[in-house]
C-alpha cells in the first residue's frame, strides 16, 4: 500500500470565497508553515528578519499563497494512507494561462488584505522595487509568456518529518501527468542551494539551458537579500 495518497482540495467545500481560509483542510495546512520559519524570502517579502524571534507572519502569509491557489490555480495535498489521514505535504500550482493575483477574486481576498497588512514603504517596494524585477528576469532567462503558459509552481511545502519519502514526487507527478497530454511545461523559482538539488532529483534543470545558470539577488527594506533561480522541466 502507498504510503500517501494525492487530492486536489476543492474550494467549493467553503460557502464563500471571503471564507476559504476556512476549510476543514486548513489547520494542517497551516501547520506545514513551519518550514518557513527563518525563511529568507518570507522574511523578506513580509518586512521581517528572517533570523529574528517573530515569525507570527510565517503563517498568515502561507495561508494567503494557498488561498490565491484555491482560487485561481490548483492546490494539492499529500496525505497518510491511512485511517488519520494526516497532510504531510501540501502544493500550489498555477495552470497555463493563469497566473496569482491574476483574478478580482485573488485580488479582492488575498492581494489587497495582504498588502493592507504592510506599511506603505513594504508596499511600494513590492510595487515599484520587487515584482518588476521579477517579471524581468523571468522574461529574461525563460522568454516573454513563457511562465504564463507553463504549469507554473507558487510553493510546495512538505512536513519535515516526512521528507525524503516521496511525498514531493507524488505532488510533482500528479500535474507532470496533466502537462504531458498538453505539452505544457513546468516551472518554479527556487531560492536555496539544497533546494536546486531536491527538484533535480524531481526531474528540474536550472535555466538557462546551456550556459551558466542565472541567479537573481533581491534586497529588501533592512537589507537582508534572497537568491532566486528558475528551474523547468519538460
Same mark, same amino acid.
Given at each position: ?64 499563497? *494557498? ?7 490548483? *492546490? ?33 481576498? *488575498? ?124
Amino acid at each position: 500500500m502507498a504510503a500517501f495518497v494525492v487530492r486536489k482540495l476543492d474550494p467549493s467545500s467553503a460557502p464563500s470565497p471571503a471564507e476559504l481560509n476556512n476549510i476543514p483542510e486548513m489547520p494542517q495546512i497551516e501547520s506545514r508553515s513551519s518550514y518557513l520559519i527563518q525563511d529568507t524570502f518570507t522574511g523578506v517579502v513580509t518586512g521581517h528578519d528572517p533570523k529574528g524571534a517573530d515569525n507570527s507572519h510565517v503563517g498568515p502569509f502561507w495561508v494567503t499563497t *494557498v488561498v490565491a491557489g484555491l482560487l485561481g490555480g490548483e *492546490v494539492y495535498i499529500a496525505e497518510t494512507n491511512d485511517a488519520e489521514k494526516r497532510i504531510v505535504g501540501c502544493a500550489v500550482w498555477f495552470p497555463p494561462g493563469h497566473s496569482m493575483y491574476d483574478t478580482e477574486a485573488q485580488q479582492v481576498h *488575498v492581494l489587497m488584505p495582504l498588502m493592507a497588512s504592510f506599511s506603505e514603504e513594504l508596499q511600494h517596494w513590492w510595487h515599484a522595487v520587487f515584482l518588476p524585477k521579477y517579471d524581468a528576469f523571468l522574461g529574461s532567462v525563460l522568454g516573454e509568456g513563457t511562465k504564463h503558459n507553463s504549469w507554473h509552481l507558487q510553493t510546495l511545502a512538505v512536513d519535515p518529518q516526512f521528507q525524503r519519502k516521496g511525498a514531493a514526487t507524488l505532488l510533482i507527478k500528479e500535474v507532470v501527468n496533466k502537462a504531458q497530454l498538453s505539452g505544457a511545461k513546468l516551472c518554479l523559482e527556487v531560492g536555496t542551494e539544497v533546494n536546486i538539488e531536491i527538484y533535480k532529483r524531481l526531474g528540474f534543470e536550472l535555466m538557462p539551458k546551456g550556459a551558466d545558470p542565472r541567479c537573481e539577488s533581491y534586497e529588501g527594506l533592512d537589507g537582508i537579500s534572497f537568491p532566486m533561480w528558475i528551474m523547468t522541466r519538460a
